[in-house]
């Protein structure tokens, strides 16, 4: 699937999933991810970043409430819209366009993030060519993904008699050459997801760790950190749901470095 396929899908994604979230659906970003990423982000007061597929631009301007000047790039012109309309942040500029192929010129960037954003995009090893391109020597990279361990093609949550989730069933790791189109809405307990509000259509592309790391190694990028995080106790008892991230880790988060030299 090429960028052109991908981005319809987010096209017609973007409206409920700018809506869903806002309104406090996406409770894997909001207890885990956001949190976790931004414990793990380095000092990035006065720097110039980059928000790789930065959707309605949640997170990018949590970025720039940390001082930094930073542009968010996404495939899709609703999200773009959606960002750049009903959450206006004076600092923040917003682009249209695929994160494989970009019109920055080469060194603009002190830092890159993508958060969840990554693993959404066609070709990874295209995608840290040309955060090569455009980041400057010794910046940094700061992304999240579905952990590719535990989220393979085939996956299913396997429950006691108490419907409590004990172990994950895993399969076809390696089949790596499908693309499926993947089904699903936010958690619908928080009263937001309405009767007959179509589900996400998402293309999701099977990878395995090695192809992570090589994509990145490939490219001249160094791993500096990695990171499995997991509900806590507090997260869980806001939202009881979260308890089955603990049976396995459900996001991968790494940060890499372009080397200082080039
Ligand atoms: C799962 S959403 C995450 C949105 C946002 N970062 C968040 O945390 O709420 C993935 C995003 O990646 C964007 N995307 C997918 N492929 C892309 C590409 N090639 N270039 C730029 N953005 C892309 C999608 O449009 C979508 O907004």
Same mark, same amino acid.
């Given at each position: 699937? $090429? ?9 017609? /994604? ?44 949640? $997170?990018?301007? &949590? ?22 309309? $009903? ?66 093609? $085939? ?7 108490? !419907? ?13 050459? /499908? ?5 699903? &809405? ?31 190694? !490939? ?32 996001? &991968? ?10």
């Amino acid at each position: 699937m $090429n960028d052109d396929q991908t981005k319809l899908y987010w096209e017609a /994604n973007a409206d409920t999933w700018s809506h869903l979230s806002r309104a406090g659906a996406d409770i894997y970003r909001d207890e885990i991810n956001t949190p976790e990423f931004l414990k793990h982000l380095p000092d990035i007061d006065g720097l110039t970043g980059l928000d790789i597929g930065c959707g309605d631009g949640y $997170n990018t301007r &949590l970025l720039a409430d940390k001082g930094a000047k930073m542009t968010g790039l996404d495939i899709s012109e609703k999200f773009i819209t959606n960002a750049s309309l $009903n959450n206006p942040h004076a600092s923040i500029e917003y682009k249209t366009g695929t994160a494989l192929h970009t019109s920055f010129p080469n060194g603009t960037f002190d830092f890159a993030t993508g958060f969840m954003s990554f693993m959404d995009v066609s070709d990874i090893d295209q995608l840290f060519r040309e955060l090569n391109r455009i980041l400057k020597p010794g910046a940094f990279v700061q992304f999240s993904i579905s952990h590719p361990c535990f989220n393979p093609l $085939n996956r299913k949550n396997l429950k006691d008699e108490n !419907g409590k989730v004990y172990a994950v069933e895993l399969s076809s790791y390696f089949d790596t050459d /499908n693309v499926i189109i993947e089904e699903w &809405l936010f958690d619908i307990n928080t009263g937001a997801v309405q009767p007959g509000m179509q589900p996400f259509r998402i293309p999701r592309f099977i990878r395995t760790l090695s192809q992570w790391f090589n994509a990145m190694a !490939g490219n001249g990028f160094t791993i500096e950190m990695m990171n499995e995080p997991r509900p806590t106790p507090a997260s869980i008892k806001r939202k009881p749901k979260l308890i089955n991230a603990t049976v396995v880790a459900y996001f &991968l988060h790494i940060r890499c470095r372009k080397s200082y030299n080039k």
